[in-house]
């Protein structure tokens, strides 16, 4: 089932297995990327052991490194069960503002990311 507009005979819904794919893929990045950072954090030479409430804090990184990927892995496995004329109507992706990278490549053709919405290397600030 695919929602038209009555103006254009556009389609202006995405497949929802291929949405929920995406964001396991975004899922996936993001627990990746926590656990660099918990890995980075490692190395970090840092002369005193911190506290034992930080160090409790510290400790909740791996929690969100698993939680990510525990999700993750469950948005991947959805898709093989929805039926592949199942869509979501994009004005309901629109409306939330802080998820426009999801936007962007649920909008895209052929599901490409674009440059625009990769994260790009940048300087890191010590304080």
Same mark, same amino acid.
């Given at each position: 089932?695919?929602?038209? &507009?009555?103006?254009?005979?556009?389609?202006?819904? /995405?497949?929802? =297995? =291929?949405?929920?794919?995406?964001?396991?893929?975004?899922? &996936?990045?993001?627990?990746?990327?926590?656990?660099?950072?918990?890995? =980075?954090? &490692?190395?970090? *030479?840092? &002369?005193?052991?911190? *506290?034992?409430?930080?160090?409790?804090?510290?400790?909740?990184?791996?929690?969100?490194?698993?939680?990510? *990927?525990?999700?993750?892995?469950?948005?991947?496995?959805?898709? =093989?069960?929805?039926?592949?004329?199942?869509?979501?109507?994009? $004005?309901?992706? /629109? $409306? *939330?503002?802080?998820? $426009?990278?999801?936007?962007?490549?649920?909008?895209?053709?052929?599901?490409?990311?674009?440059?625009?919405?990769?994260?790009?290397?940048?300087?890191? /600030?010590?304080?």
């Amino acid at each position: 089932m695919t929602v038209t &507009s009555e103006l254009c005979e556009q389609p202006v819904g /995405i497949a929802l =297995a =291929a949405l929920l794919q995406d964001v396991a893929t975004e899922l &996936s990045d993001l627990a990746t990327l926590a656990g660099s950072v918990q890995e =980075a954090l &490692s190395h970090c *030479d840092v &002369s005193d052991p911190p *506290d034992p409430e930080t160090l409790a804090k510290l400790q909740g990184l791996d929690r969100l490194s698993q939680g990510l *990927d525990n999700v993750g892995r469950l948005m991947a496995t959805l898709p =093989a069960h929805l039926p592949q004329d199942l869509t979501v109507a994009t $004005s309901a992706l /629109i $409306s *939330d503002r802080r998820h $426009s990278y999801l936007r962007r490549r649920a909008a895209e053709s052929g599901r490409v990311e674009s440059e625009e919405a990769k994260s790009r290397p940048g300087d890191v /600030i010590w304080f």
